[in-house]
């Protein structure tokens, strides 16, 4: 029987996923940080991305949109408190867009007083939500 770990991914709102898998990708601030089951116990932040977790006995990823948040790994559990959290299949890519699209005006408009960190922010975050919907959009067309 192949070794398995339990993730939890929860948000200030609810419970996004809770279940075994194979491994899991996480968003760390340094680089992408790939856990195992056995991983010797850690405790970081992660920043906007994409969390992949490889579903056990199954062909498929569970992808999540976080926005930033604290992870924490264990030998046979890790969890993810993230500050916001959605599905890849609960994403609105015409949301994602718009809020692209806007922040991307917002830093072109020099006549306008612009919190230039916090657009930048928003900027990144739909960029991510929408590589996200495009890795879901890969994902299926493989099967």
């Not at 195992?36 to 969390?51: D, E, K, S, W, Y």
């Not at 999540?64 to 924490?72: H, M, Q």
Request: hydrophobic share 45%; no cysteine; glycine share 4%.
């Amino acid at each position: 029987m192949p070794l398995r770990i339990n993730v939890d991914v929860v948000s200030a709102e609810e419970q996004i996923f809770s279940g075994e898998a194979e491994f899991a990708v996480f968003p760390g601030e340094m680089g992408e940080l790939g856990i195992f089951p056995r991983h010797a116990p850690l405790l970081t932040r992660v920043q906007p991305g994409t969390v992949r977790v490889k579903l056990a006995d199954r062909d498929e990823f569970e992808l999540v949109y976080v926005s930033g948040g604290i992870l924490e790994v264990q030998p046979t559990l890790i969890t993810l408190l993230a500050d916001t959290a959605i599905r890849a299949k609960d994403l609105d890519e015409a949301k994602a867009i718009k809020a692209r699209q806007q922040a991307e005006a917002a830093l072109r408009d020099r006549s306008v007083s612009v919190n230039y960190a916090s657009a930048e922010a928003e900027l990144a975050q739909a960029i991510t939500q929408l590589q996200l919907h495009a890795l879901k959009k890969n994902q299926k067309s493989r099967h």
